[in-house]
T-cell receptor, first 112, second 114 residues
Framework: SQQGEEDPQALSIQEGENATMNCSYK?????LQWYRQNSGRGLVHLIL?????REKHSGRLRVTLDTSKKSSSLLITASRAADTASYFC????????????FGQGTRLTINP | EPEVTQTPSHQVTQMGQEVILRCVPI?????FYWYRQILGQKVEFLVS????????KSEIFDDQFSVERPDGSNFTLKIRSTKLEDSAMYFC????????????FGEGSRLTVL
């Protein structure tokens, strides 16, 4: 089964609007992380939220975690053209291997 | 300044050839990872390396793959006999805080197998 699936797969909004991306996972996690990837580039860590946290902020980013629903959301407020990228959630499982398991990603396009 | 430097940035090779991808972490860390991303697909875990030993590997990481840290600094991924389906971006990453913290990725090495 997939551990980490983002929704939507693609999102296109106007500059200045807020962008919300969702992530669902299937097994219990230690923490959940969000990464950003510009086209053809490496992944950049954005934010980490632990399983005992419900919400976390970092600049224009807001992440929520609902362990009862096994879901997380990433909100980017006041979007800018430079926010155009793919965004991935990644989880660290509680049991078994401690590797990060990535989702399929959401392709975000900010139109100027 | 990149946390992790990967070389080459792009390599084209013929099917059946050996390829070595290199990763140089800036700082002295214990936890390293290789991930790959086939074009347009998700980032897939290949192998984790802790204290100069493989700590975990995925089903993708078969006998054709190997990792080494030959000189205590460079971290290499070797593919012994490349296949067409090995074409992908290969990312090296390091981790600071145990095995549950954030990863710091390199810019990747694009491998094209013809």
């Amino acid at each position: 089964s997939q551990q980490g699936e983002e929704d939507p797969q693609a999102l296109s909004i106007q500059e200045g609007e807020n962008a919300t991306m969702n992530c669902s996972y299937k097994t219990s996690i230690n923490n959940l992380q969000w990464y950003r990837q510009n086209s053809g580039r490496g992944l950049v860590h954005l934010i980490l939220i632990r399983s005992n946290e419900r919400e976390k902020h970092s600049g224009r980013l807001r992440v929520t975690l609902d362990t009862s629903k096994k879901s997380s959301s990433l909100l980017i407020t006041a979007s800018r053209a430079a926010d155009t990228a793919s965004y991935f959630c990644a989880s660290v499982l509680i049991q078994g291997a401690q590797k990060l398991v990535f989702g399929q990603g959401t392709r975000l396009t900010i139109n100027p | 300044e990149p946390e992790v430097t990967q070389t080459p940035s792009h390599q084209v090779t013929q099917m059946g050839q050996e390829v070595i991808l290199r990763c140089v972490p800036i700082s002295n860390h214990l936890y390293f990872y290789w991930y790959r991303q086939i074009l347009g697909q998700k980032v897939e875990f290949l192998v984790s390396f802790y204290n100069n030993e493989i700590s975990e590997k995925s089903e993708i990481f078969d006998d054709q793959f190997s990792v080494e840290r030959p000189d205590g600094s460079n971290f290499t991924l070797k593919i012994r006999s490349t296949k067409l389906e090995d074409s992908a971006m290969y990312f090296c990453a390091r981790q600071d805080r145990g095995q549950t913290g954030e990863l710091f990725f390199g810019e990747g090495s694009r491998l094209t197998v013809l």
